[in-house]
């Protein structure tokens, strides 16, 4: 059975906007296949305007588009699909990033709405077993948030981004393991752009975190702009970092990222336990071959799936905290 629901653009949740003009959001639930299908559109993309590099750096956004979430459940897997006014497929390479925003939920490090779907032009779609995923609440309030990021110089008319979510429901025996996606970065992601200038040469970049609670990663993925050589997650301790978790990454001969490793130690095995009061440090590397520096070329974050020890100790948000309401308003598209 496909229930379809044609969602309209719903107030922002916290602060208040006037809202532009923006593509129309749909929300249809097939439950014998256990999918939903959330489709926004339609876009024009405009064509490149030059860039410094391999398609890279900062792209054009999308409005924000509001839907609630549909059922009860757990998420455990995503597929992205482009097509244009024809219906013919497009290339992943247009988008930047994809982001599902979650109202109801905080991050983890960050005192702002979780991303509890994210999707960039080099990660691959998205497939957990049915053991684990991450827990949904029908109601929720949520957004997509899309920047597009066109390398070629043709525009696109008639657009439209299709993600089609897996989920398990709650009469699923045995109910699957809950995770939560927690989200780090080398700079602070707080109601800003998260990419940088990256120098010439080889260079990294790092940003150290406390855990506040305990619990085991059983999946971890990342992202790295061209020229992007590695991810790591290492624990601190007596002034020594021992790795905790590394990701390769894949590069054709030009230096242009293909690939991020995501790996799954809590399928395989019982996962990476990350303790609570202890620190980490989550570092990226690149490697620069041009002898320049590469405006807003860099960006460096990671995400875990973590299955923490309890999900009483997840941190609440505050909607009157002042980076929440500043993060909400650029997401927005306004001045925070």
Avoid at 288 to 309: C, E, F, Q, S, Y
Wanted: contains cysteine; glycine residues 10%; charged residues 20%.
């Amino acid at each position: 059975m496909i229930t379809t629901i044609a969602v309209p653009v719903l107030a922002a949740c916290v602060v208040a906007v006037t809202p532009a003009p923006r593509p129309d959001v749909t929300v249809s639930v097939d439950s014998a296949s256990h999918v939903v299908r959330i489709a926004a559109g339609q876009f024009m993309i405009p064509a490149a305007a030059g860039h410094d590099h391999g398609g890279h750096g900062r792209g054009s956004a999308a409005p924000l588009m509001h839907f609630s979430w549909p059922i009860d459940g757990w998420l455990r897997g995503v597929r992205l699909i482009i097509t244009d006014g024809s219906g013919r497929e497009l290339p992943r390479r247009l988008v930047h990033h994809i982001n599902i925003v979650n109202f109801d939920r905080r991050q983890l490090f960050y005192p702002v709405p979780e991303r509890i779907i994210a999707l960039g032009q080099e990660t691959e779609d998205i497939s957990l077993p049915k053991s684990v995923g991450v827990p949904v609440t029908a109601g929720s309030r949520m957004a997509i948030s899309l920047v597009w990021h066109n390398p070629d110089p043709v525009m696109y008319h008639g657009v439209t981004v299709t993600l089609e979510v897996d989920w398990s429901p709650t009469n699923l025996v045995p109910r699957p393991l809950s995770v939560i996606p927690v989200y780090m970065n080398v700079t602070s992601p707080v109601a800003s752009p998260v990419d940088f200038d990256m120098p010439p040469g080889r260079n990294s970049f790092a940003a150290d975190f406390v855990m506040p609670l305990g619990g085991r990663v059983i999946g971890v993925g990342g992202h790295l702009h061209d020229y992007g050589t590695g991810l790591t997650l290492a624990e601190l301790r007596n002034g020594a970092a021992r790795p905790k978790l590394t990701l390769d990454v894949e590069r054709d001969e030009a230096g242009r990222v293909l690939r991020v490793e995501r790996q799954y130690p809590g399928i395989t095995g019982r996962g990476t336990k990350l303790e609570a009061g202890r620190q980490y440090r989550m570092s990226g590397s690149y490697d620069n071959p041009t002898g320049r520096t590469i405006k807003d070329g860099a960006m460096v974050h990671m995400v875990l799936l973590l299955a923490p020890d309890d999900l009483v100790d997840w941190p609440r948000i505050d909607p009157a905290d002042i980076d929440f309401r500043r993060d909400v308003a650029w997401l927005e598209g306004e001045e925070p």
